[in-house]
């Protein structure tokens, strides 16, 4: 007879579609067949991750309609290994699958739009941010100063305007005739203020440094960094305009 | 072997936290409506893996839960019934709840869920074998060592059994209880229901539990689906549960029960209609004990 471990492998196993023949002299097969009972095992495993999958990402199932979504939930429930009992921590994984699933590959902005609602589910329930600590540094060497982001803001960057499409994909909203997917991209802070998520687009310049700064970069360089690449950018206003709004805190 | 004693002590401790009432299964959807409402519900139970998150709203709005009502963690997660030690990242995860909570009772399944460091996210059935008890048995040590109190297991609804599982249920079960002192969540349903698949007798069963580690009861309600009966949690308690139920709260006295609800969940009223069917049978049963 098989140990417990052997026999929680090739369960697991089976479960994804793995060959069953090491299972079925292990399941007591009667009035109702083994392979029926397991099936309900395989069910309920499938659907629970599907499930867990719909919640996050409602966007993504009306773009791609329940049928295929259900089809890519079960793909990826069947590739990608759950990794924590918690299944709320499932769905981290989704927009890399889309980005290299077959189906799904002449919707290119699939992945990011995927990557925005797992931004908004994070930041939901990432910890309350600190009131913003940054007072009494009037004489400090501002340059030198090193930041972080706080979990409950998250900043993203698409070649694709997923932040209208994700509102124009909001229950009660009403499409948009012209709306193009082609229009250009979205720099955007993905913040939580008070228990709700806001969608806050920056311009570029202020995307680099925020991005500098939640790399670790020094105050003084960041700043430069993203003058670089925008000379136009106002940075005075947009350190004062984020600190006061704690979008990042200090080290 | 200050087992029995710690138990009762702590035993007393906890009944005092949750009364021996019937409350529900707290699901999202109805937070805000008991919130604004406050609703006379003996008790909620929550799934402590929805609260493993670090703040937001459903953290805040269980804090606000826990000033007016007693609240139960019960965990979905742990995998009791797996080889190797549990996984302690969601240990220390649920520590932290406990500590924030301060639960009238922690509970969690007397089954597996995950194997090699793959989780599987779905109660599964353990063989029930010497092997699977101790390992059980170890698991439940951990989880009292790591919480600082004891726990409850709950039996669980199945639709397959292994051929070889020479130790019946009801006998794995206290076998449990009596070697880590962790006490019983008797889902009535799940017995029902696995009685039903496995053509085993429930009221054999509920007479061969150790009644006097029941420290709470579950009911909830299930589906048919071909020759087997399925613990959907999505529907009324079902009649011949309900039987099972008064038959067991004759026996067991006043227990803390629970009303759970998870698929197709309707308006509360219906929760707290089933809630108090529940008390109803609770409190003939109260009143002979009187």
């Not at chain 1, 007072?135 to 932040?163: I, M, Y």
């Not at chain 2, 597996?112 to 793959?118: E, F, H, I, K, P």
């Not at chain 2, 039996?155 to 449990?176: C, D, G, K, Q, W």
Request: overall charge negative; some cysteine; glycine content about 8%.
């Amino acid at each position: 007879m098989p140990s417990l471990l052997e026999l929680q492998t090739d369960f697991a196993a089976a479960l994804f579609g793995r060959p069953r023949g090491n299972l079925w002299p292990s399941v007591v097969d009667d009035r109702v067949s083994a392979p029926e009972r397991f099936a309900v095992y395989q069910g309920s495993v499938v659907g629970n991750y599907c499930k867990a999958l719909r919640a996050v990402y409602p966007v993504v199932e009306r773009l791609v309609g329940e049928r295929f979504f259900a089809h890519a939930a079960k793909a990826y429930a069947c590739q990608v290994p759950s990794l924590h009992g918690d299944l709320n921590r499932y769905g981290a994984g989704f927009a890399a699958f889309l980005a290299s699933f077959p189906g799904a590959a002449e919707l290119a902005y699939l992945p990011d739009t995927a990557r925005l609602e797992w931004a908004i589910e994070s930041v939901f329930h990432a910890s309350d941010a600190p009131p913003h600590n940054v007072e009494g540094l009037a004489n400090a060497d501002w340059a030198q100063l090193r930041f972080r982001l706080p979990r409950s803001c998250h900043l993203l960057a698409s070649p694709w305007p997923v932040h209208r499409l994700w509102q124009l994909n909001q229950p009660g909203v009403e499409w948009d005739e012209a709306f193009d997917i082609d229009s250009g991209g979205v720099y955007l802070l993905v913040r939580r203020s008070g228990f709700e998520v806001e969608l806050e687009p920056l311009e570029e310049g202020a995307y680099l440094l925020l991005t500098a700064l939640a790399a670790g970069t020094a105050l003084g360089e960041a700043c430069e960094r993203a003058l670089a690449d925008r000379p136009d950018f106002d940075v005075g206003a947009a350190l004062q305009r984020h600190l006061l709004a704690g979008t990042f805190l200090l080290r | 072997m200050d087992t029995p004693l710690r138990r009762a002590a702590t035993i007393t401790r906890r009944r005092a936290a949750i009364p021996s009432r019937a409350g529900i299964g707290l699901r999202t959807p109805h937070i805000r409506e008991i919130l604004a409402t406050r609703p006379n519900i003996g008790w909620v139970e929550v799934h402590s893996e929805n609260f493993f998150c670090d703040g937001g709203q459903p953290l805040a709005y269980l804090d606000r839960i826990r000033q007016d009502y007693a609240v139960s963690l019960h965990g979905v997660g742990l995998s009791l019934g797996s080889l190797g030690p549990l996984d302690t990242e969601h240990l220390t995860c649920l520590k932290r709840l406990v500590e924030r909570v301060e639960p009238g009772l922690i509970s969690e399944h007397l089954s597996w869920s995950a194997v090699g460091g793959r989780h599987l996210n779905e109660l599964l059935p353990l063989p029930y074998t010497e092997e699977a008890l101790a390992v059980v048995c170890r698991n439940v040590h951990q989880t009292q060592e790591a919480l600082g109190q004891p726990i409850l297991v709950e039996n669980i609804s199945s639709y397959l059994r292994f051929t070889h599982s020479p130790i019946p249920e009801p006998e794995f079960i206290a076998e449990v209880t009596a070697r880590t002192g962790c006490g019983l969540l008797l889902d009535v349903n799940n017995v029902f229901v696995s009685a039903t698949n496995h053509g085993f007798d429930a009221r054999a069963y509920l007479a061969a539990i150790p009644a006097a580690a029941v420290e709470e009861v579950h009911l909830a309600g299930h589906d048919r689906a071909g020759d087997l009966l399925i613990d959907t949690h999505g529907a009324r308690v079902a009649s011949p549960v309900w039987r099972l139920y008064q038959e067991t709260v004759a026996r067991l006295g006043p227990v803390p029960t629970l009303i759970e609800w998870d698929n197709d969940l309707p308006p509360l009223a219906v929760l707290v209609d089933e809630m108090r069917h529940a008390d109803h049978l609770l409190e003939a049963c109260h009143a002979v004990a009187a």
